[in-house]
Each structure stands twice: as structure tokens, then as C-alpha cells.
């Protein structure tokens, strides 16, 4: 069983940043990949990046790239969400998802955590 902790979400400007963490209960290695997503209101749920437990990152195209970069700290089991050049269309819960890899596929989810981007 993993538990994720998301934080860091908060109020900001438009043209802000934020960075968001994401902390596992379990050892980072035991993670095959942690990924972030959000989810406006009445919109579906969207991914934005993700990082393996050997570091690789992806980002997805239309949103993150060249605005999030994806990180982590394996020492503290906490993989962070750097967002720049913040939108009020970035308005959204982001949650942070962990994959384990294994006889069978496992997933875990975050409570979530809200930002909000004014204009």
C-alpha cells in the first residue's frame, strides 16, 4: 500500500509559479513511476507529467512543456511539479498518481491539491 501526500497549491497570478510536491510513504525505488495529473471543474482528468524511479521524464505536449518540469528527491520519497508562467486555464485539483509494476499493476492516488490562477 502507498499513501501520496500532494501540497503546495495554492492562489497565484497569472504569470506566477508554483511548485507542487508529491511525498510516498513507501521507499521511492519501490515506485516504478509517479506521474501528475489535474482535473478542472467538468473537464476530465489530464495528464501532465511523469518520472521513473530511474529519473526518465516525460511531459505531456500540450500543456507542461516549457512550463512544468517534473523532479525528485528520492531521499525524501517526494517527486515535485515546478510550474512557471502560470494560467487562469491551469485552474484545476492536481493529484499525483504512483504505479508499481509488478504481477499485477497497482495505482495510488492523492487526495489532491487545489490551484487556482487568477487573471
Known amino acids: 500500500q502507498v499513501q501520496l501526500v500532494e501540497s503546495g497549491g495554492g492562489l497565484v497570478q497569472a504569470g506566477g509559479s508554483l511548485k507542487l510536491s508529491c511525498t510516498a510513504s513507501s521507499s521511492s525505488f519501490s515506485i516504478n513511476y509517479i506521474k501528475w495529473y489535474r482535473q478542472a471543474p467538468g473537464k476530465q482528468r489530464e495528464f501532465l507529467a511523469s518520472?521513473?524511479?530511474?529519473?526518465?521524464?516525460?511531459l505531456a505536449d500540450s500543456v507542461a512543456k516549457g512550463r512544468f518540469t517534473i523532479s525528485r528527491d528520492n531521499a525524501k520519497n517526494t517527486v515535485y511539479l515546478q510550474m512557471n508562467s502560470l494560467k487562469p486555464e491551469d485552474t484545476a485539483v492536481y493529484y499525483c498518481?504512483?504505479?508499481?509494476?509488478?504481477?499485477?499493476?497497482?495505482?495510488?492516488w492523492g487526495q489532491g491539491t487545489q490551484v487556482t490562477v487568477s487573471s
Open positions: 518520472i521513473s524511479n530511474g529519473g526518465a521524464v516525460g
Open positions: 498518481n504512483a504505479v508499481v509494476l509488478g504481477p499485477q499493476r497497482k495505482e495510488y
